[in-house]
């Protein structure tokens, strides 16, 4: 009989330094992928948190919320006292459909949003924008960054569709609305973190920004963050 997969390897494994740029949302996927891979079991307790932030690279600020999001979500609950710390739920929350999303649909729709919204953030940044392209853009960053948590995801896909527009490729808004509504319905499964709205927030500012001053590495760079923050979240929460 093969033997059983050491917990303890598969931990360091997974418990390895994120990428700075999106630090919660790679901290927060990590966590959820002990959880979902069965390193750690339900009522099994993480590790410190001065220990998780040395393993993962990150600051204890960032574990912190990253551990507050997940005890939001319904995945660990922090008990205090002698034996207390972060523990997983004895009961993990059920997936919000009953249809289950492979991986393969996941990397599919995240693969092109990467070649259709990065392609379009470099393009937008190399044109010479209209007045009404550039106060499109501010005026869609504007409205993300006010929304209410109700309204977010339709917000947010505007403004993805307003640089795809300003990339001057007629052709291309279709493409990208169609995947956004693939997308949309896989992040509709997952918690809306408020940690990773604000982190959102950021990074679409620097998109923006990053176009109109027709900075198109910048805004390249700026996008494939953006995009990898989300992609992390997903395979988290979904696999």
Do not use: C
């Amino acid at each position: 009989m093969a033997a059983e997969p050491d917990s303890a390897v598969a931990s360091e494994a997974l418990l390895r330094p994120v990428r700075p740029g999106n630090a919660f949302e790679d901290t927060v996927g990590r966590l959820l992928q002990t959880i979902r891979l069965g390193v750690l079991a339900p009522g099994d307790s993480l590790p410190p948190e001065r220990e998780l932030a040395a393993k993962l690279g990150v600051s204890r600020d960032t574990v912190r919320e990253a551990i507050k999001s997940l005890a939001d979500a319904g995945y660990l609950v922090s008990r205090r006292g002698r034996y207390g710390g972060t523990f997983l739920t004895e009961e993990l929350p059920a997936p919000t459909d009953a249809v289950r999303v492979n991986r393969a649909e996941i990397d599919d729709a995240l693969r092109l949003r990467e070649i259709l919204e990065v392609g379009a953030a470099r393009m937008a940044a190399s044109r010479t924008l209209t007045a009404a392209e550039r106060e499109g853009l501010w005026s869609r960053l504007a409205d993300v960054r006010d929304a209410a948590p109700d309204y977010y995801r339709r917000l947010d896909s505007r403004l993805h569709l307003a640089i795809a527009e300003a990339a001057g490729s007629p052709s291309l808004v279709p493409l990208v609305a169609e995947n956004r509504m693939r997308l949309n319905s896989l992040l509709d499964r997952i918690p809306l973190l408020r940690r990773n709205i604000a982190h959102s927030d950021e990074q679409h500012e620097g998109i923006v920004i990053a176009i109109l001053a027709g900075d198109v590495e910048a805004a390249e760079s700026a996008m494939r963050a953006h995009v990898e923050g989300s992609a992390a979240l997903l395979h988290g929460f979904l696999g």
